[in-house]
């Protein structure tokens, strides 16, 4: 029964120069091409029963990519000024004529939130391997409720380059209303947050 869910950290955008970065890519195991072109659409609303609202540092220009900005209804607030958040509500591609909304904001209301960040190892890089954490977390303790530890490899060119775009990931997703593995990179992270903390309208039932 969570309503709410806080990015404590934003996943960085995609670009042609870091998908390339074998050393400065701090986290392409957990990197999800969803998450990194609009965090609120990955978790609030939809078929996949969803939280009902999301809250971020990231203004809608920040979060979202360019084609979906548009689509937000920001809201004027006391706060607006200079916000230290930002709350994301009722995202629901299911109904054409539910609008999203962004509302500025500078308290938290989510109990719970996620970070995530890059784990080392002696010469991984060199062979294109990249680790990383997902960490969620219990906001009114600290409390580390689950880590889900990944890794990446990433596809190797002959001219030695390589990409992490489209690389072989490790463990895959889980689809969270049927318990079955799939290669699923858009929702990444989403599928592991959602084995952990269940949204307050979650169905069961549900296909």
């Known amino acids: 029964k969570v309503e709410g869910l806080y990015q404590m950290r934003p996943m ?4 042609e120069a870091l998908m390339k970065d074998r050393y400065g890519f701090e986290d392409p195991a957990d990197w999800s091409q969803g998450e990194a072109d609009g965090s609120p659409t990955l978790y609030i609303g939809g078929p996949e029963n969803g939280f009902v609202y999301f809250e971020s540092s990231q203004s809608p220009e920040e979060i979202v990519n360019k084609t979906e900005v548009v ?26 004529d539910r609008g999203p909304v962004a509302t500025p904001k500078n ?11 890059g784990v080392r190892s002696l010469r991984d890089r060199e062979f294109g391997i990249a680790g990383g954490e997902l960490i969620i977390l219990d906001l009114r303790t600290m409390e580390v409720l689950a880590v889900r530890k ?20 490790c463990p895959a997703s889980l689809r969270p209303l049927r318990r079955e593995r799939v290669v699923n990179k858009l929702y990444y992270p989403f599928s592991f947050i959602f084995q952990v903390l269940r949204p307050i309208n979650f169905n069961r039932s549900a296909p």
Do not use: M, Q
């Open 107 to 117: 308290e938290l209301a989510a109990s719970y939130g996620y970070t995530w960040r």
């Open 150 to 169: 990944s890794f990446s490899v990433a596809k190797i060119h002959v001219t030695g380059g390589l990409n992490w775009e489209f690389s072989y990931f």
């Open 71 to 96: 689509r937000w209804d920001v809201r004027a607030t006391s706060d607006s000024a200079n916000p230290r958040y930002w709350r994301y509500d009722n995202y629901d591609y299911t109904i054409s």
């Open 12 to 15: 960085p955008k995609r670009t």
